[in-house]
């Protein structure tokens, strides 16, 4: 074993010896939704989940998704342009270039992540409108398949019906407004939520401007046993594209901009009718279909040319759990099918047309076995079938010809849990496989030798293993969380910037450390910590025992909350991410993209009916970048810098 790995092992081993006597259940009842795709009152899962609640996202200075995200263990958040998130990648497990396709990201439980590299549109997802959010770290394969190597986040919104009515308006630095709107409602029959988000600012960089506008909601009705309900999106967001900066340019002038005419621009929608009925007592089935859509246009004026795409994403979803028993055991198991269709359509002004297709076939099943009160065994298993195309026209300009090209990809997986869990204190064990198919850009390649353009269908879906121990326990006012974790990867897709194209990495490793505490130390302070290790490395090949890019060896996280009715509450946030290497250098030859500290505070007071609130980010006005490579064409190492210091104050109207 990695000496690393055992230090953090040691780490682990200090932590859990806590010695547990008061019973806090609290923790061990919340809903989760992502452990078994069905609403549970308790947590049936071997994995390490965390749930982030309505009351923490009040509590965070926060001022987008992504930046809630980031301050829990095995987290990293890495945003491109400014402080809205627009374009952020989330990292669950360190998997640095390629974090957006093996982290998990849905919206009650529908995939948002595109089936090409784009990322998320966070801006369709008002922070007003989130119940909570649940983090299941490692493989979420078998329930959820693709994509989940790293974990699965679930943002699950609030589907209560009870009477809101509000408005916020918002004001911050470099010209930010915002507005935002909740109505929701309902009766025995039905119910709906509506959320509004608007915001609009001059951002920090030169070129860095920002506009987003979001519709969201649900609506349903209460049937007998169960309910019909209809999930609805649109959204529009447009931004500048500042680009990175040299050394240069970055030491001496951050805020300046190396594309300052560049831009971008979406919309689109998400639309998600369902049903969620009993067949008996011990059956249930739940159903949903959504369409989505989205167009994109970039206006690349440094390179003189402009790019539109088109994508198209279809789902089906059916499921049944089934609380069966098993002889004289309590068991209960939960079958389903995943269908996911999707097609993407490029068209550039100075390249070929694009256009890929890709149709995802599903079965999972999951059991779940009660040995007595405290002991539980799961055991899961998914067979997933991806049919993949991709063609490209002819591009005379260039002499280069056209190509078509498809394949058809199988995968397994399986995993095995144990769990051993008593009011105070839980504990669980588990092992498994994970896989990832190729994205629909990732289809696309050259011949080494030709340069021509080709189909890429030949790389072999990523694959590997999951080894992973854990604990949980409450002590009075305290609780924490530990796991211990190694993934073994194979054939790990990834961007090799020597050979201009997407391969097969060498195997990989991780090896990983997360530990969470919450303790509120007197009735109106509460103090949560969080700390991950990793070791992420090649363990074969050219580059066995490196570091994998923009990969974090040590993160940190400790918020504060004070909490008065008759004062206000406060809280202050401070987050540390450690050296990295530069994205791309698997070589590990271009020294290390230095470590940062960032410290975000807000006040809130209640002043019924008006709410008004004041965040502080980055209130030492720290200079780092999340991100940043190494440019062979310049020599030179290039970076994405981070926003300065931002002031945002917001009032919020309560209706009675």
Sequence with gaps: MHRHFKRAALAAAVLSTFNV???????????????????ES???????????????I??????????????????????????????ATVDMRAFGDTASSNTLILLDGQRLNPVDSGGVSWSTIPLNSIRRIEIIRGAGTVLYGDQASGGVINIITDKSGSPVASVTVTGGSYGYRGADANLAGGNEHAYFNVATHYADADGWRDNSEINQQALSGRAGLHLSGGEAFLDFASYKDKSGLPGSLLSPAYHSNPTSARTPFDS???NGYRLRPGVSFA?????????????????????????????????????FTPRLRWQHGLGSLSSETIIGTDYYSGAVKGISSTYAAQGAKQASKALYLQNTTQFDESWAFTLGARRQRMDQ??????????FLPAFSGDSVRFRNAHDLGLIYQVPAWRVYGKIGTTFRFTNTDELFGFDPFTGNPVFAGNLEPQHGTIREIGASFTQGDVRGKVSLYQLKLTDEI????????????????????????????????????SYTYVDAVFREGAYAGKDIPLAAHNKASAQLTWQDGAIGSYSVIANYVGERIYSGDFANMRGKLPAYGTM???????????????KLLNAFDKRYASSGGYSTLYSDHYYFPADARSLFVSARYMFQ
């Design 279 to 315: 067949l008996s007592n011990t059956a249930t089935v739940e159903a949903e279909f959504s369409d989505t859509n989205e167009k994109y246009h970039s206006n690349n004026v440094s390179f003189g040319s402009t790019f539109d795409r088109t994508r198209d994403t279809h789902s």
């Design 42 to 56: 308790a947590l049936k899962t071997a994995s390490n989940v965390t749930v982030i609640t309505a009351e923490d």
């Design 21 to 39: 006597h008061a019973a806090d259940e609290s923790e061990l009842t919340q809903v989760i939704v992502t452990a078994t795709r069905f609403s």
């Design 600 to 614: 975000d505070l807000q006040g809130s007071w209640d002043l019924k009916p008006w709410v008004i609130t004041a």
């Design 58 to 87: 009040r509590n965070s200075p926060a001022i987008n998704l992504p930046d809630i995200l980031k301050g829990a263990a095995g987290i990293d958040v890495r945003p491109l342009y400014g402080n809205l998130g627009i374009d």
């Design 389 to 398: 195309r991709a063609h490209q026209d002819a591009y005379p300009p260039f």
């Design 264 to 266: 971008q621009d979406r």
């Design 494 to 529: 990834g961007f090799d910037g020597a050979a201009f194209a997407n391969v097969n990495l060498a195997p990989t490793r991780r090896n990983g450390l997360e530990t969470e505490l919450d303790w509120r130390f007197a009735a109106k302070l509460k103090a949560r910590f």
